[in-house]
């Protein structure tokens, strides 16, 4: 492979979107941020340089980052912030994936604007699995705030109260026409008549899954994750926060006298209000075919129907025709024996309001999230750290709780106690652990989809249901043949879903749902993988430029 060097210099931008200027963090300016493009095999030197007054870490989504677990990126997981005035290298190389996957900040709510493409192509002279497109878009779903969203979040814990939705969805950056102020703020796509397009999408929104369809086309899903799937011909694509989804487009034969809306709107579950605005991308043919002599008339804009907003049929289906193509050459390696199982709960809950204060959560409270009834707390010095120097007295203990505490029907009745205990817990696993993990929805306050995203590694989606996962009966279908190897999966409204990784990445990895919010109110773990014995199953000692807490 080859090295490829990118500079990142995070600085301030002012941007303009729904006739608000704003101040932004951006990589070099621009916002999305700058498409880094390798091939399978590359290694990737990114230098990144501060130079905002917030702190901030970079994060590779869905890069395996095979004992290099120094340049995952996750704040306080990985590695400590780049403090203002400080840059850091990442360094690591791109090992068995091609595909689309992206980089984004990972602390806080940074990632609101600090987010861009990566395109990973095969090696050089290896053909897709599908036919050769004719052109290649990366198109980056996000959301935007008017207001400052570290403002909001902020606010947000302070008060226990949910954060104020977006105030609009954006597709690589522009919100579209469907909102006040925006209409020439749109994404076009320019297709020629009978060309085949790969439309590499990726859903960088803080808080929503989005539903995808383009008006009068199907799409054919051929990628998703980084790993090709079977094909799968669709009117609509549902990618959750985290996801990638690579699609074919093939362009009519003959221009048609109309343009179509690239639309995307939420797939939304749970109790809480929601951005549910839709927006719109305009797929134009070129050149167009003359509709009258009138040079000014325009052809009107065709729109998509989408699914409705809860449709969590829809998601459960889409879910479950992803499969991986499982064949000699792209082979799918699902660990037959299991060596450790775990269940865990993932859901809302909720933290007491402190003494003297008024917290607007149900019956002042303050809403939380956890996994196994844990509201994860952020450690103050970065875990892989704390591990890798053998001084983790004080930052994390190993005691998460492999079995959910609380016994209720997931689906149906609550508990009689909703509030969640908090810590910095983790699951150590020695090196090469098969580990089967199925999560389940607590539904505690509302069912609701969480798209959990793993560091570290591909894992296979081998099972998924709605109700409580039945230990007895469930794993009689688990799909073990060709399961969708992904790095973030919908855990179903109301439902479960089982995965197997392999434990073969030593280090600390970070687990949480891709709707920062979640986040936030501490829906995430960590796993510690150890060493293996020999020298190359060993993570080795810490960049130099690693950043101090
Ligand atoms: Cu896309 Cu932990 O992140
Ligand atoms: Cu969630």
Redesign the pocket.
């Known amino acids: 492979g080859t090295t490829r060097h990118y500079k990142f210099n995070i600085v301030m931008q002012n941007v303009t979107r729904l006739c608000q200027t704003k101040s932004i963090l951006t990589v070099n300016g621009q916002f999305p941020g700058p498409r880094i493009v390798a091939r399978e095999g590359d290694r990737l030197v990114i230098k990144v340089v501060n130079k905002v007054k917030y702190n901030t870490t970079l994060?590779w989504?869905?890069i395996r980052q095979l004992r290099s677990g120094w340049a995952d990126g996750?704040a306080y997981i990985t590695q400590c912030p780049i403090q203002t005035g400080q840059s850091y290298v990442y360094n690591f190389t791109i090992t068995g994936q091609r595909g689309t996957l992206?980089w984004?900040a990972?602390i806080s709510w940074l990632?609101a604007t600090l987010y861009g493409p990566i395109v990973i192509l095969p090696k050089e002279h290896v053909p897709y699995p599908f036919p050769q497109p004719f052109k290649e878009v990366p198109i980056i779903f996000g959301e935007w705030w008017k207001a400052d969203t570290e403002k909001i979040i902020s606010q947000a814990l302070q008060s226990g109260g949910p954060p104020n939705i977006s105030d609009a969805f954006t597709i690589n950056g522009l919100p579209g026409p469907s909102y006040n102020c925006s209409a020439k703020d749109a994404f076009k796509l320019k297709v020629k008549p009978g060309k085949l397009y790969l439309l590499r999408m990726i859903n960088a929104a803080l808080n929503d899954e989005l539903f995808v369809s383009i008006a009068n086309h199907t799409l054919t899903v051929v990628e998703t994750d980084a790993v090709y799937v079977k094909p799968i011909k669709t009117n609509v694509v549902l990618i959750t926060?985290?996801q990638t989804t690579n699609v074919l487009l093939k362009a009519k034969s003959k221009a048609p006298t109309a343009t179509f809306a690239i639309a995307a709107r939420p797939y939304a579950t749970g109790p809480a209000t929601f951005d549910n605005t839709t927006t719109i991308g305009i797929l134009e043919y070129e050149p167009p075919s003359p509709v009258s002599k009138n040079k000014n008339k325009k052809f009107p804009l065709l729109k998509p129907a989408l699914p409705k907003l809860n449709d969590t049929n829809f998601a459960m289906k889409f879910s479950k025709k992803i499969r991986s193509l499982a064949t000699a050459k792209f082979p799918a390696n699902v660990p037959e024996k299991v060596d450790r199982r775990f269940f865990f709960t993932v859901g809302l809950g909720l933290n007491p309001c402190p003494k003297n204060q008024t917290c607007q959560g149900p019956n002042n409270t303050k809403l939380a999230a956890s996994v196994n009834n844990v509201s994860f707390v952020q450690p103050n010095v970065a875990l892989l750290q704390a591990h890798f120097f053998k001084k983790s007295k004080g930052v994390y203990t190993t005691d998460f709780p492999v079995n959910p505490p609380l016994k209720f029907n997931y689906t149906g009745t609550p508990p009689k106690k909703l509030m969640v205990n908090s810590g910095t817990k983790v699951v150590v696993l020695p090196f090469k652990t098969s580990v089967e993990l199925v999560m389940q929805d607590t539904s505690i306050i509302g069912a609701e989809s969480h798209p959990l995203?793993l560091?570290g590694f591909n894992f296979f989606v081998i099972g998924q249901g709605f109700g409580n996962f039945n230990p007895n009966k469930d794993p009689a279908n688990f799909n073990l043949v060709d399961p969708a190897e992904r790095n973030?999966v919908g855990v179903p409204s109301g439902g479960w879903v089982a995965i197997r990784f392999l434990a073969d990445n030593p280090g600390v990895w970070?687990m949480?749902c891709?709707l920062e919010v979640h986040?936030s109110w501490g829906l995430k773990m960590a796993w510690i993988v150890m060493d293996g014995k020999r020298p190359k199953q060993k993570l080795p000692p810490p960049p130099s430029d690693l950043p101090k807490c």
């Open positions: 994060h989504h869905g996750p992206f984004h990972h990632r926060p985290g995203h560091h973030t970070f949480h891709h986040t």
